[in-house]
């Protein structure tokens, strides 16, 4: 059996802004679609039709799904409870991909630098709230 992992984020209104921004740090391919895309009127609610129904974006190793949350007042993703762990094989690919998040409004939350297990580690948190942790082999 074929499986993949993706991380599903459910954005506070800015999802469209959030993958256009990981498809030009990480490229491949991205879908949009909205709720102005698909039939709601038989829907509880009616959701604004430039909300992001379902986001997709494949590239290679990296896979991420998403979309705006239906709730108004929904939360922010600013949180420490979860994070993103990106695994590399060199410290220079890790670096590459730091320096695009660092350039699109990132803050570095702790540098990438060698840690005591050997291998290189940093993390950074995105404009959109999303911790982002970086790993690269010794």
Known sequence: M??????NISFPGNA????????QIFGGELELLTYGD????????QPAPDAVAHATLNSGPV???GGDAM???APGLRSDVYSLLLQFDSVAEAEGIINAFVTGGAEVEMPFEQAPWGDHYG???D???VLWMFNASA
Do not use: K, L, N
């Not at 469209?16 to 498809?23: E, L, M, P, S, V």
């Not at 698909?38 to 609610?45: G, L, Q």
């Open 2 to 7: 074929a499986m993949q992992f993706s991380p």
């Open 63 to 65: 896979s991420i799904a």
């Open 127 to 129: 404009q959109f709230g």
């Open 38 to 45: 698909v039939p709601t009127e038989d829907w509880p609610f």
């Open 16 to 23: 469209a802004a959030a993958f256009r921004h990981y498809q």
């Open 71 to 73: 709730e108004e007042d």
């Open 123 to 125: 993390q950074v948190r």
